[in-house]
């Protein structure tokens, strides 16, 4: 599947995505990291978060090409990890489900063959005409 870089937003947007992606920056490399790791301070998550920040306040057009660049990664990453995650998901949850309920003979939709039956119909249930009327 080819992927394309999406279009950068207007100055709004992308002023907001400035703001957003400095902060977290910032907060996230420059103050979360070090605490957690028990690492030394660094000062470059707060420099480019700052630049960030700073970029979205005065021209936040200078971040369109960083912003597209951004959001191409991004869908790259979400296209592999919901592949990667479908798949577990398949394989080592609903299979092992679907394995055990044949197993153990469960017949949710009532397929199984009756022969003195003469037809599978079941008829739908007599419902009270103003059932809909307040459904919460």
Same mark, same amino acid.
């Given at each position: 599947? #080819?992927?394309?870089?999406? +279009?950068? #937003?207007?100055? =709004?947007?992308? /002023? =907001?995505?400035?703001?957003?992606?400095?902060?977290?920056?910032?907060?996230?490399?420059? @103050?979360?990291?070090?605490?957690?790791?028990?690492?030394?301070? %660094?000062?470059? %998550?707060? &420099?480019?978060?700052? &630049?960030?920040?700073?970029?979205?306040?005065?021209?936040? #057009?200078?971040?369109?090409?960083?912003?597209?660049?951004?959001?191409?990664?991004?869908?790259?990453?979400?296209?592999?990890?919901?592949?990667? @995650?479908?798949?577990?998901?398949?394989?080592?949850?609903?299979?092992?489900?679907? @394995?055990?309920?044949?197993?153990?003979?469960?017949?949710?939709?009532? =397929?199984?063959?009756?022969?003195?039956?003469?037809?599978? /119909?079941?008829?739908? +249930?007599?419902?009270?005409?103003?059932?809909?009327?307040? %459904?919460?």
């Amino acid at each position: 599947m #080819p992927f394309t870089l999406p +279009e950068a #937003p207007q100055p =709004k947007g992308l /002023r =907001k995505y400035g703001l957003v992606t400095g902060t977290g920056i910032a907060l996230l490399f420059g @103050l979360c990291f070090p605490i957690i790791f028990n690492i030394d301070w %660094p000062v470059w %998550p707060h &420099l480019l978060g700052g &630049l960030f920040v700073l970029t979205a306040a005065v021209y936040p #057009p200078i971040l369109a090409p960083v912003y597209r660049v951004w959001m191409g990664i991004a869908l790259v990453l979400g296209y592999v990890n919901s592949k990667i @995650l479908l798949t577990i998901v398949y394989l080592f949850v609903l299979t092992p489900i679907g @394995l055990m309920r044949r197993a153990f003979g469960a017949d949710a939709m009532g =397929k199984s063959f009756q022969q003195n039956q003469s037809s599978y /119909r079941q008829a739908a +249930e007599k419902r009270n005409p103003n059932h809909m009327e307040r %459904p919460f």
